[in-house]
């Protein structure tokens, strides 16, 4: 039951998803360009779904990501997850998660643009963080690779994570439990993560 709850808690602090109704004009006039659709594997167990729809509009491009894992083991676990980000220009200009864990909110994080700075609001708590700092977001991942050696934001928990090319096509993101991310050719195949002592997988 520990190592299971682990595993909850740790998949919420990973993945990236939308919030209903957060600039829904832009989503509703936008062409839809792709969706990509995985399962969540546990212990080789499919125990859930993780669906991310990239939309563009001219110049902008929404990010919507959306999760759901449904466990019984002496009770019923149901965790959503929920991103929304928005870039204008290749410029992140917001995100919003939220985590729902049987049926109540358990964590939000706003991260918004400034002139000058970022505001980063987790859970009630607010942060600055420097406008030059992100380049690009975790949920970018799912569309085309990184690059070896550049950092990427993580929206969830409004941390960054370094990108290292360990094998062709394939980039370790993050040095502390880190997230192993494998593409053929362009496309995300697979995401094998861990949180000691737990691993869990993406599995498109």
């Known amino acids: 039951m520990k190592i299971l709850f682990c595993f909850l808690l740790s998949f919420i602090a ?11 004009d832009l989503i509703g006039s936008s062409k839809e360009v792709a969706v990509n659709e995985f399962r969540v594997e546990f212990k080789k167990r499919t125990i ?14 929404v990010y919507a990501a959306s999760s759901e894992i449904k466990f019984h ?8 997850y929920e991103l929304q980000g928005i870039f204008v220009r290749d410029t992140l200009v917001m995100s919003k998660v ?5 049926g109540t909110l358990s964590s939000e994080t ?13 859970n009630g708590k607010l942060s600055i963080l420097d406008r030059d700092n992100i380049k690009k977001s975790v949920v970018q991942l ?3 690779p990184p690059v070896d050696g550049e950092r990427v934001y993580s929206e969830g928990d409004g941390s960054f994570k370094q990108v ?3 094998y062709s096509s394939e ?13 053929r050719g362009n496309q995300l195949n697979r995401v094998d993560i861990t949180f000691k002592p737990v691993k869990y997988s993406i599995v498109r």
């Open 142 to 144: 799912y569309y085309e």
């Open 164 to 166: 290292s090319e360990i």
């Open 110 to 122: 706003t991260t918004s643009l400034e002139d000058t700075h970022y505001r980063l609001m987790k």
């Open 98 to 102: 939220k985590t729902y864990r049987n």
């Open 171 to 183: 980039f370790k993101v993050g040095n502390v439990n880190p997230s192993i991310f494998k593409y």
């Open 48 to 61: 859930g779904t993780y669906k991310v729809t990239k939309y563009q509009k001219a110049d902008s491009v």
């Open 14 to 24: 990973f993945i990236a998803h939308a919030q209903r109704g957060v600039r829904a």
């Open 73 to 80: 083991f002496f009770g019923s676990l149901h965790v959503k």
